[in-house]
């Protein structure tokens, strides 16, 4: 990941990002950083990059021109027009998809503002994102553009160690964490649950998720309405249980796979909510075997989201009994209170696994 920073403090950013585990990813390379001093670029003898608001009113405005050269020279060493971000507290507030989004792109640009902020023309001729990191006013965007290095960072492989892994923490389910502890096991006469010294994980791993949900409802309820049970439930080739497991596990922590395959559960009433999101996935057996007639229509919802994974021929298929099939099988779900969202090929799951789950994560 390159990173680079057009701002007039490139010292606030340097210095900031030479520590810890950012200090680190640098220094082995997983990361790259390059700051740009908007001021290299003024056309002004006094190296002005600020002049007063056309209108009016309080305060400087950073003009366009030497914004916009200093933009150029970082374009062209990138080689083509990269995603380029303004901090900004007129925008979406960042949240945890939207960092593992970046996370993807090889190269982010990222303008900080000062002063009363950007002539409006340069930001719409570069800007890809506007970004805030919170509903506040800061003096400028370098803790913005720091904020983002540092949480998009965590999901840049080898920035983190095995023990600092980013793969499910807070906000990945829209959930909050559950509490930690260390030793010693008696601190100021509180004991450590006990259920953390059983050894036994999955009452551990059930104990977690209680934790998480309590700790959610407590303090932050806005998350919670925003929180899904995923449930991938899906019929083929052993291959598709793994498939199913890899997406299920990319979509949540505490997501469940179903194996239709298996008769018993086939047979066997599902009810879901608008709270639960249900991914079917069905290979090209399901075809062979005409779409088993039980499979998926033991299943309820109620405005339950629903992502399809079916074999990439029945997604291409055109007026062919295929897609006679999948229409049949789209009406059931449509009737039994599904909201079909999008219909995906299955090798989408093999060749973009990530970015599919990012994308469904963003219902
Ligand atoms: C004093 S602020 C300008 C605020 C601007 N007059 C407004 O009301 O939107 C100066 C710079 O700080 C940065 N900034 C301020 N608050 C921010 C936030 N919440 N998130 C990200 N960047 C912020 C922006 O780059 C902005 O151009």
């Not at 400087?60 to 050269?69: D, F, K």
């Not at 439930?233 to 299920?248: H, I, N, S, T, V």
């Not at 979509?251 to 086939?266: A, H, P």
């Not at 088993?292 to 109620?302: A, C, H, S, W």
Request: net charge negative; glycine share 6%.
């Amino acid at each position: 990941m390159n990173y680079h920073v057009l701002t007039l403090f490139p010292e606030m950013i340097d210095r900031a990002a030479h520590t810890s585990i950012l200090g680190r990813a640098l220094k082995n390379g997983c990361i790259h950083l390059e700051t740009t001093n908007i001021r290299d670029y003024s056309a002004d003898k006094h190296m002005r990059v600020d002049d007063y608001p056309y209108g009016g009113g309080a305060g400087m405005v950073i003009e366009a021109e030497p914004l916009y050269r200093a933009y150029s020279a970082v374009k062209n060493k990138i080689g083509h027009k990269p995603r380029t971000i303004y901090l900004t507290p007129q925008a979406k507030v960042l949240n945890q998809t939207m960092v593992e989004e970046l996370a993807l792109e090889e190269d982010l640009v990222m303008i900080c503002g000062h002063y009363e902020g950007i002539d409006e023309r340069v930001l719409d001729e570069v800007v890809t994102d506007y970004i805030s990191i919170g509903d506040y006013v800061l003096t400028g965007g370098e803790l913005g553009a720091m904020v983002l290095i540092d949480a998009v960072s965590r999901f840049v492989p080898g920035v983190l160690s095995n023990e600092e892994s980013a793969q499910f923490e807070s906000l990945q389910d829209n959930l909050l964490e559950y509490p930690h502890y260390t030793r010693p096991e008696i601190w100021h006469e509180k004991k450590v649950p006990e259920i953390l010294l059983s050894g036994d994980h999955k009452k551990i791993e059930e104990w977690r998720h209680e934790r998480s949900i309590e700790r959610t409802k407590e303090r932050r309820p806005d998350l919670l309405r925003q929180s899904m049970k995923v449930h991938c439930a899906f019929y083929g080739k052993d291959a598709l249980r793994e498939m199913a497991g890899k997406l299920c596990q990319t979509l949540s922590q505490y997501g469940e796979v179903i194996d239709f395959n298996r008769k018993k559960l086939r047979k066997q009433k599902y009810y879901f909510d608008s709270q639960d999101l249900v991914v079917l996935l069905a290979d090209e057996q399901f075809e062979k075997d005409a779409g088993v007639p039980e499979t998926f229509t033991n299943i309820y919802g109620k405005d339950t989201p629903c992502f399809i994974f079916w074999s990439d021929s029945f997604v291409h298929g055109i007026e062919s009994e295929q897609t006679k099939q999948t229409d049949k099988i789209q009406r059931l779900l449509d009737k039994r209170g599904f909201l079909i969202k999008k219909i995906y090929p299955l090798s989408t799951i093999e060749s973009s696994c990530k970015e599919t789950a990012l994308e469904i994560r963003k219902i």
